[in-house]
């Protein structure tokens, strides 16, 4: 099972452990300011879409038939699964399932927990029997104590889990946690719909389930994405592609709060849905752009792997405030890892904006499986959505800085792409023979200008999807 929307009481845990990723980021930008090795010591951090990355492998797997998206948390759903299916076995990483009450025959086994070689050796947690040793009716009030001083030993803890005060209110407020019933959601009996929910990203599935439950203000955390922390947050690019999405599933005048990296550390920003007409212009003009090079690169013979990383640039040029050159980019879309914090930025930057496409390729399906009718948007929705519905998956898209380069790659042939995309949108296309001491300094002369003076772009491009964007972003400094 995959958590689909974590309650908001955990709110402060997930803003912590963002913040405790960025601060490793940035600790590692810190001890290699001159150049950057393949970041291998950073582990998970490097695999932030490992959950939805793992929920499509398992999909497309003899275990399909079992691998689930509830509506809530989990945990909740473990635990109500195990007390109405006999003899169950429930395999997490989180230490928390084991304060759930379970029947004496279930087991709680953690994967450090397990051995497969030379023999497989599973060791098994029995909730009742750990309490029965421990002379508890639950261990829950043994979490608690813990929780409320951590420095106490074991057995002083017990004591006081045997001694504690259940009706007291921190306690309740605790306890709740583990004793609630597991969420519903009202619109899960629709069948398409409950089709197009199992399908979602875990990040994806909350902001869903937040919107269609009509929560007054969604919450969306997004990964963390390793990047240069000197520079602005990647998570820039895509902006406009996400804010589509969730104003397909919000209501109007609804405002989501996305939390992402600014600066130095993890803040949240508001955006405000657009409107049903700035809904038709985005959906028709965005899937007109996406529509018009997928037949050019289709035309061209762009081999899978990298047509949409190629769609992604075209996203990622406008912007930057200084160009890549192309050859830069060629490395960064064949994974060609070249010990640089400019690769390691760029190469998060077409993540972001791979991850927005495939954030608004969810939404487009889930909204087209609730709206059967044949209105302007829905046209342009569905021209959105088969456009879409040809991404690869998460495995064989996103490059993790250091991994294996791509074979077979067609420098020439990408290059030519890459220039035709840089006219497109109106960037200038650097001389290859320029120094790199002459390329940082106009990076960073033009990193001036731009924090001396915030430009709305009047630059000509033929980027449809950019020119949406400008215009937004005019009536937006106007208002």
């Known amino acids: 099972m995959f958590d689909g929307a974590l309650p908001d009481t955990k709110r402060d845990e997930r803003l912590s452990r963002l ?9 590692f930008r810190i001890n290699y300011p001159a150049a950057c090795p393949i970041p291998k010591s950073l582990g998970s951090v490097l695999h ?18 079992v691998t689930r998206i509830v509506p809530g948390e989990a945990d ?12 169950s ?5 989180d230490t928390d399932l084991i304060l759930y009450d379970y029947p004496a025959e279930c087991r709680v086994i953690f994967f450090r927990d397990v051995e497969l070689w030379p023999e497989p050796k599973f060791k098994g947690y029995s909730t009742t029997k750990i309490q029965e040793a421990l002379h508890l009716t639950s261990l829950i009030p043994f979490a608690y104590c813990i929780t409320q001083d951590r420095w106490k030993s074991f057995s002083d803890s017990v004591k006081d889990a045997r001694a504690i005060d259940t009706t007291s209110g921190q306690y309740e407020e605790f306890s709740k946690r583990y004793t609630s019933t597991a969420a519903e959601l009202p619109v899960s009996k629709e069948p398409r719909v ?10 994806v599935s909350e902001f869903a389930h ?3 439950a009509l929560t007054p203000v969604p919450k969306v955390y997004l990964p963390l994405l390793v990047e240069d922390p000197n520079q602005a947050s990647a998570w820039s690019i895509g902006e406009d592609i996400r804010l589509l999405a969730y104003s397909l599933l919000a209501p109007d005048q609804m405002v989501v709060h996305e939390y992402k990296r600014k600066a130095q550390a993890i803040a949240m920003q508001e955006i405000n849905i657009h409107s049903h007409k700035e809904r038709c212009l985005s959906a028709t003009t965005l899937s007109r752009n996406i529509g018009a090079w997928l037949q050019k690169m289709t035309d061209g013979q762009v081999p899978l792997d990298f047509l949409w ?84 998956t998460i495995a064989d898209l996103f490059i993790v800085p250091g991994q294996a380069k791509r074979k ?72």
């Open 408 to 479: 077979d790659v067609d420098s020439a042939m990408l290059q030519v792409f890459l220039k035709e995309i840089y006219t497109s949108v109106g960037v200038e296309v650097l001389d290859e023979q320029i120094s790199n001491k002459k390329l940082k300094k106009q990076r960073r002369e033009a990193e001036r200008k731009t924090k001396k003076k915030q430009v709305t772009s009047t630059q000509r491009t033929d980027n449809l999807f950019e020119l949406l964007n400008q215009r937004q972003r005019v009536q937006q400094s106007g208002q």
């Open 48 to 65: 932030s879409l490992l959950a939805p990355g793992l929920r499509e492998a398992l999909s497309a797997s003899e275990y399909a038939s």
């Open 309 to 392: 990383p190629l769609i992604a640039v075209s996203f990622v040029l406008p912007k930057l405030t200084m160009p890549p050159k192309v050859t830069s980019l060629i490395r960064v879309l064949s994974g060609d890892f070249d010990n640089t914090w400019d690769f390691v930025h760029l190469t998060a930057g077409v993540q972001a904006a791979l991850y927005s496409l495939r954030f608004l390729k969810q939404c487009a399906a889930l909204w087209l499986s609730m709206n059967q009718k044949a209105e302007e948007l829905h046209e342009s929705v569905e021209s959105l959505q088969r456009s879409l519905q040809n991404m690869p």
């Open 76 to 87: 909740d759903y473990c635990a109500l699964y195990a007390n109405e299916t006999p003899c």
């Open 19 to 27: 913040g405790t990723n960025n601060q490793r980021v940035r600790q």
């Open 210 to 212: 937040q919107a269609l």
């Open 89 to 93: 076995v429930i395999f997490s990483n």
């Open 194 to 203: 409950a089709l197009s929910l199992q399908v979602l990203d875990v990040r």
